[in-house]
């Protein structure tokens, strides 16, 4: 029988609610359900409300009564706030977080490189905002709660599955012994160690890293900004590498390299911790000032990922689908992604809109980012961790020369997690103009945003479905004709027109919003030089066609071929 604790965690910042746990014995016979997502870790909890938004009910199983332990995930990307505002918990983010976009590496107390995110005055989020998980889980439970579409199960974990042509019968145990539940579809987000993996017999393919990382959280008042720090071969721990994070409330990351040859056990041992914190305290000029502990743990860098995200009636996503290094913050951040591109194919695909193969373009699309990551994330991974004498060597070398050259230092580049161009995804119209736009978004891109106000941006207006971005004066009649048919049919589409109106209010027959782009700033973004241009966004916000001119037959054929994955 499941037993999940019912003691609060243990943290000095931030308080654990004890979640009551779902008993079916309190509850009535169970249908069988649209879809079952196995694991409300902040994948699960996002992919939720991402199926909410496109009309799905769903039932959340989550083998915990409490958010997650220790902080985790600490920083989120641009990308992830845009994803969290579709999702509604963005504000709070902002409200809790704190936005950084500088960060510098030393080399025996030299700094040799300093990264700059872009940051533009079009961008509505900063490119990394800081904040502990359990407030991310948090903020998403409570909107998931509030949510009438969601069933959140606490106390629930899946220890079976069998699965069937059009079904899975998963087994779930509880507080009180199992049940199983039928569902068309079932969502994998059960983490790392996915017991739906194993079920399935699944296995992940690339590769682990040696080097190993304390992960400590200590509470401390350093008068220092939210930038990132990157110590490499500093004097109290040789050959090796350190990072420092800012998080909310006063806490501090500080993360740091093994020596070889130790275990985790003897590096958790509270004397070392001690000793090695107060070491890096003592190196950045703020020795002898009082700190406590939070929570720390050993981690070590793995580039994994499974070749395919879908097994039968099972989908995966999150650390159940990838295992990908902290380095460039990639794990949560490429979640969201995973949560964003499923919820939308299945939302239509439980509605009868698509047929079951447009989850094929979830799988390519998502695999295919993730072997990119790994590809990245594996050049950051051996930079700070080198694991041969070779790449030793080589780190070795760059860190030399950049006490002294500049064209080196780049190479100390963090290579932050950024969203992935769906560039070759089958729903990409095969007859647009894409390959005549000379910028702005191409096929596959997440979209560009646009400051239109003091507090009004584009992507605050796209949302619910397919959004078809008009930059024109009016909607052509036979475009309003094609958008009708498509939403009489039952598809969510909207049409933005974007013209260069001055002032609020306008209204213009066929379009649902119209939005003033008196500066012309959208057009530069978006590359467009005609009027008439046009852009169409699947519901992830991705371009999947771009037109110079927009005819009603290239439209129909774009979300013929966005809807099913075939080009028509
Ligand atoms: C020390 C550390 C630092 C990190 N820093 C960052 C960072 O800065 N940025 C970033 O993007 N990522 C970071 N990550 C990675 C990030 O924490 C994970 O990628 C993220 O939590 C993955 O989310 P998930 O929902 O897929 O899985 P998880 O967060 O692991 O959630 C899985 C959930 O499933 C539940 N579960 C497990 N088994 C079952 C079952 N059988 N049935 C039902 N429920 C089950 C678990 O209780 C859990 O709640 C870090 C990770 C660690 C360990």
């Given at each position: 029988m499941h037993q999940p604790s019912s003691e609060p965690r243990r943290s000095i910042y931030y308080d654990y609610q004890v979640h009551p746990p779902w008993l079916a014995s309190q509850h009535g016979p169970q249908p069988r359900h649209r879809v079952v997502i196995a694991g409300g870790g902040p994948v699960g909890l996002t992919a939720a409300l991402e199926l909410a938004r496109h009309g799905v009910p769903c039932v959340l199983l989550e083998s915990e009564l409490q958010v997650c332990e220790g902080s985790r995930a600490i920083v989120f990307t641009r990308r992830s706030m845009e994803i969290l505002q579709q999702v509604g918990v963005a504000p709070r983010v902002m409200a809790h977080g704190l936005p950084w976009r500088f960060g510098n590496s030393y080399y025996r107390g030299?700094?040799?490189?300093?990264?700059?995110?872009?940051?533009?005055?079009?961008?509505?989020?900063?490119?990394?905002?800081?904040?502990?998980?359990?407030?991310?889980?948090?903020?998403?439970?409570?909107?998931?709660?509030?949510h009438p579409l969601i069933e959140l199960r606490w106390g629930n974990r899946v220890n079976g599955l069998a699965q069937h042509d059009d079904h899975a019968v998963v087994e779930v145990d509880t507080p009180e012994g199992p049940y199983t539940l039928e569902t068309e579809w079932l969502v994998a987000s059960d983490g790392a160690r996915s017991a739906l993996r194993s079920l399935l017999d699944l296995k992940l393919e690339g590769a682990s890293y040696e080097g190993q990382f304390v992960i400590a959280d200590i509470r401390i008042d350093l008068p220092l900004p939210t930038e990132r720090l990157a110590f490499f071969d500093p004097p109290w721990n040789p050959r090796n590498t350190v990072l420092m994070h800012r998080e909310p409330l006063n806490i501090w990351r500080v993360d740091y390299q093994l020596p070889e040859g130790e275990t985790p056990e003897q590096a958790l041992a509270p004397e070392s911790l001690r000793a090695r914190i107060n070491a890096q305290l003592e190196m950045i000029g703020h020795g002898g000032k009082p700190w406590e502990m939070d929570w720390c743990s050993v981690y070590s860098a793995r580039t994994l990922t499974l070749p395919d995200y879908r097994a039968g009636r099972t989908l995966f996503m999150g650390d159940a689908a990838h295992l990908l290094p902290i380095f460039g913050v990639r794990g949560a951040n490429t979640g969201f992604q995973d949560a964003q591109a499923l919820g939308w194919r299945l939302g239509l695909v439980c509605s009868g809109q698509a047929p079951e193969s447009l989850l094929v373009s979830y799988s390519q699309e998502r695999v295919g980012a993730a072997r990119e990551i790994i590809d990245e994330a594996g050049k950051s991974t051996r930079f700070m961790t080198p694991p041969s004498r070779g790449f030793r060597l080589l780190r070795d070398a760059v860190l030399s020369i950049s006490l002294t050259e500049d064209f080196v230092r780049p190479l100390y580049h963090w290579r932050t997690s950024r969203p992935h161009e769906y560039t070759?995804?089958?729903?990409?119209?095969?007859?647009?103009?894409?390959?005549?736009?000379?910028?702005?978004?191409?096929?596959?891109?997440?979209?560009?945003?646009?400051?239109?106000?003091?507090?009004?941006?584009?992507?605050?207006?796209?949302?619910?479905?397919?959004?078809?971005?008009?930059?024109?004066?009016?909607?052509?009649?036979?475009?309003?004709?094609?958008?009708q048919a498509w939403r009489d049919q039952g598809l969510k589409l909207r049409v933005l027109l974007i013209g260069q109106w001055i002032g609020q209010g306008v209204q213009a027959p066929g379009a649902d919003v119209c939005l003033s782009d008196t500066e012309g700033r959208a057009r530069a973004r978006w590359g467009v030089t005609t009027e008439g241009s046009a852009y169409l966004l699947r519901p992830d916000q991705h371009v999947c066609a771009r037109w110079m001119s927009l005819d009603a037959d290239r439209l129909n054929a774009a979300l013929k071929q966005a809807t099913t994955g075939v080009a028509p």
């Open positions: 030299q700094r040799v490189f300093r990264m700059e995110a872009p940051q533009d005055d079009n961008d509505r989020f900063w490119p990394m905002i800081n904040l502990q998980q359990q407030f991310l889980e948090e903020f998403l439970v409570d909107a998931c709660e509030a070759r995804s089958t729903l990409n119209s095969s007859d647009d103009d894409n390959a005549l736009f000379q910028a702005g978004p191409a096929h596959g891109a997440p979209p560009a945003n646009v400051r239109l106000g003091d507090d009004d941006f584009l992507l605050d207006h796209l949302g619910g479905g397919f959004d078809l971005l008009v930059f024109a004066a009016c909607v052509p009649a036979g475009v309003q004709t094609t958008v």
